[in-house]
């Protein structure tokens, strides 16, 4: 889709252009280009392997491209951005600090006074339904109420970037559902650029202003899609004609790619 003229005068939050990422002789990522603009919900969508927690290791700093340009607010990327949110697989929660204290962890490592963020810390668990477990230890929770917990820690400082790399892959189907549900409102109110991994098409449909589809490794983009769908979603959006005709799209590029053979 082309963007409106006057949509072209604002600078992307993100860059990357010709990103090449090598491991020793293993091509991760070849020379791929995105640009992803403030307050999209990109998804980034790719078989395993394809190179999708590399890119985003280099946008985040914590590992560095061989090749090419990679700049977040217009800045090449060194180290870890400080306003950005994080959000993975596994939900690293430390086992020996409480849900409160676990959510209020970013603010230690900005250096901000953790008494002035627990009113913040106490509203986002409400949020997310957690309101009654605020001292309960991470060995006491669920798949899911651990991962909406990592997603209040990665919110706490509202960064204006959140990056999730397969954050509810390890969740059963209904608490994916929800927490689907959950992460879409949170965007829609507060409106931060989110870049979300996923290998799941209805997800990555269901959640995403946009879906870029990465080829299998070396990692490139390969389809790029701005999703005409409406803003506010309902889980019903994936029985309208619409969604199948994209998931269709998303299928037929992973035919493509020899990924998936339909019986
Ligand atoms: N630190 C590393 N050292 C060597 N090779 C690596 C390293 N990290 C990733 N790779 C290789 O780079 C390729 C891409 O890996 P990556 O983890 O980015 O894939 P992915 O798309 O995130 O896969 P998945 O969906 O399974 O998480 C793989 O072949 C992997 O073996
Ligand atoms: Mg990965």
């Given at each position: 889709m082309l963007a409106a003229?006057?949509?072209?005068?604002?600078?992307?939050?993100?860059?990357?252009?010709?990103?090449?990422?090598?491991?020793?002789?293993?091509?991760?990522?070849?020379?791929?280009?995105?640009?992803?603009?403030?307050?999209?919900?990109?998804?980034?969508?790719?078989?395993?392997?394809?190179?999708?927690?590399?890119?985003?290791?280099?946008?985040?700093g914590l590992d560095?491209?061989?090749?090419?340009?990679?700049?977040?607010?217009?800045?090449?990327?060194?180290?870890?951005p400080k306003e950005l949110g994080l959000v993975l697989q596994r939900d690293a929660l430390l086992e020996w600090l409480d849900v409160l204290d676990n959510v209020l962890l970013p603010a230690e490592f900005a250096g901000l006074r953790r008494a002035a963020l627990r009113p913040k810390a106490k509203e986002l668990l409400h949020m997310v339904g957690l309101g009654e477990f605020l001292h309960a230890w991470p060995a006491a929770l669920s798949g899911g109420m651990r991962q909406r917990v990592a997603i209040c820690r990665a919110l706490l400082l509202d960064p204006p970037l959140l990056l999730m790399d397969e954050p509810f892959g390890a969740l059963d189907a209904l608490t994916r559902d929800q927490?689907?549900?959950?992460?879409?409102?949170?965007?829609?109110e507060r409106g931060m650029t989110v870049v979300f991994v996923t290998h799941s098409i209805p997800e990555a449909l269901f959640l995403s202003t946009r879906v870029a589809v990465f080829s299998p490794r070396p990692g490139r983009i390969v389809d790029d899609v701005a999703l005409d769908l409406p803003r506010h979603r309902r889980l019903a959006v994936k029985e309208t004609p619409e969604f199948a005709a994209l998931a269709r799209r998303m299928r037929g590029n992973f035919e493509a790619m020899g990924l998936i053979r339909d019986a």
């Open positions: 003229p006057e949509a072209r005068l604002v600078p992307p939050l993100i860059v990357a252009e010709g990103v090449t990422k090598r491991f020793g002789d293993v091509l991760a990522l070849d020379r791929l280009s995105l640009e992803i603009g403030r307050g999209e919900f990109v998804s980034l969508l790719g078989p395993s392997g394809c190179g999708k927690s590399t890119f985003l290791r280099c946008l985040v560095h491209t061989t090749e090419g340009v990679l700049t977040v607010g217009g800045q090449r990327v060194t180290d870890p927490l689907n549900i959950d992460l879409h409102r949170i965007w829609r």
